[in-house]
C-alpha cells in the first residue's frame, strides 16, 4: 500500500494550496481517507477525513470553513484544498487510511496506514 502525498509548499497568509494524495496497493472502498499535521514540537493531530465510499466527511474545528477534503474515485486521489491559510497551519501534512466502521462515519481513531508528509508553510 502507497499513500503519496503532494502540494505542499511556501504560501503567504490569506492564500491556498491544494494537497494531493494518491493512493495505490489495494481497494480503498471500505476505508476513510484523511488527513494530519505536525507542527514543529507539537504532537500530530487531525485535520479532515472522508469516507471514500459515499464521501462523508468530518474536520477538526481548526479548519472547519477554511479546508475541504474531497476524492476523485476514478484517479484513487483524495485532496485537500486549504484556503484562507494562516501562519499557525504551518505543519507537515500527512495522508492516512482507516478502515471504516461504517460508511457514513469519517472517523480515523486508529490509522492502518500512513503517507509520507508534504511540509506546508505559511508565512505572515
Known amino acids: 500500500v502507497q499513500l503519496q502525498a503532494s502540494g505542499g509548499g511556501l504560501v503567504q497568509a490569506g492564500g491556498s494550496l491544494r494537497l494531493s494524495c494518491a493512493a495505490s496497493?489495494?481497494?480503498?472502498?471500505?476505508?476513510?481517507m484523511g488527513w494530519f499535521r505536525q507542527a514543529p514540537g507539537k504532537e500530530r493531530e487531525f485535520v479532515a477525513a472522508?469516507?471514500?465510499?459515499?464521501?462523508?466527511?468530518s474536520y477538526a474545528d481548526s479548519v472547519k470553513g477554511r479546508f475541504t477534503v474531497s476524492r476523485d474515485n476514478a484517479k484513487n486521489t483524495v485532496y485537500l484544498q486549504m484556503n484562507s491559510l494562516k501562519p499557525e497551519d504551518t505543519a507537515v501534512y500527512y495522508c492516512?487510511?482507516?478502515?471504516?466502521?461504517?460508511?457514513?462515519?469519517?472517523?480515523?481513531?486508529?490509522?492502518?496506514?500512513w503517507g509520507q508528509g508534504t511540509l506546508v508553510t505559511v508565512s505572515s
Open positions: 496497493g489495494r481497494t480503498f472502498s471500505s476505508y476513510v
Open positions: 492516512a487510511a482507516s478502515l471504516a466502521r461504517s460508511r457514513f462515519i469519517a472517523s480515523m481513531s486508529k490509522v492502518d496506514y
Open positions: 472522508i469516507t471514500w465510499s459515499v464521501g462523508i466527511t
